[in-house]
T-cell receptor
Framework: TQLLEQSPQFLSIQEGENLTVYCNSS?????LQWYRQEPGEGPVLLVT?????EVKKLKRLTFQFGDARKDSSLHITAAQPGDTGLYLC???????????FGKGITLSVRP | EAQVTQNPRYLITVTGKKLTVTCSQN?????MSWYRQDPGLGLRQIYY???????DKGDVPEGYKVSRKEKRNFPLILESPSPNQTSLYFC?????????????FGSGTRLTVV
């Protein structure tokens, strides 16, 4: 079973701070995805990383896929209260478009 | 607007009373899936469908049924709900492609079984 471990589980920071969170596995993934979920809503796709070493930027969010395609990181620069939410990483497992999700990182950004 | 629509958003029911949660997508996606989300356990797949009339079990299928008679609809059926099925349920769809394409999720259905 391909598992995705996310860390830290919870993070509470002040507005303006930078942060990095992680998604790790002992298995190789063909790609990894990051989602953000706000309370009372479904997850929303932020990015898909496909190539080992790939870096993608989405405004203040920077996503990196590990060279060996076993891990990924999300760096947020100058966090804002609007970044608050649950951040999920997910990877395809099996041949049927199934996504396996990590348990998520709960981020709280205080004004 | 491209979306996945689930109904109802909230449901409180009693043990043993059959219920159906509907899911509809307007993106002509082949692949649809149901997940439940529980504290400490994350998102777990219940059932999925790769196309019309093609469904299969996910990781936690016990107590659930699904059908896929039309491409756009993928209802989740609980024949005899029990309290351990109290959870937040999400329907999701994607065009397919081995999981590389992103999922579009519905807004969720919060189910309480008493």
């Amino acid at each position: 079973t391909q598992l995705l471990e996310q860390s830290p589980q919870f993070l509470s920071i002040q507005e303006g701070e930078n942060l990095t969170v992680y998604c790790n596995s002992s298995s190789v993934f063909s790609s990894l995805q990051w989602y953000r979920q706000e309370p009372g809503e479904g997850p929303v796709l932020l990015v898909t990383v496909v190539t080992g070493g790939e870096v993608k930027k989405l405004k203040r969010l920077t996503f990196q896929f590990g060279d060996a395609r076993k891990d990924s990181s999300l760096h947020i620069t100058a966090a804002q209260p609007g970044d608050t939410g649950l951040y999920l990483c997910a990877g395809p497992t099996g041949a049927n478009s199934k996504l396996t999700f990590g348990k998520g990182i709960t981020l709280s950004v205080r004004p | 607007e491209a979306q996945v629509t689930q109904n109802p958003r909230y449901l409180i029911t009693v043990t043993g009373k059959k219920l159906t949660v509907t899911c509809s997508q307007n993106m002509n996606h082949e692949y649809m899936s149901w997940y439940r989300q529980d504290p400490g356990l994350g998102l777990r797949q219940i059932y999925y469908s790769m196309n019309v009339e093609v469904t299969d079990k996910g990781d936690v299928p016990e107590g659930y049924k699904v059908s896929r008679k039309e491409k756009r609809n993928f209802p989740l059926i609980l024949e005899s709900p029990s309290p351990n099925q109290t959870s937040l349920y999400f329907c999701a769809s994607t065009r397919g492609g081995g999981g590389r394409r992103g999922y579009t999720f519905g807004s969720g259905t919060r189910l309480t079984v008493v």
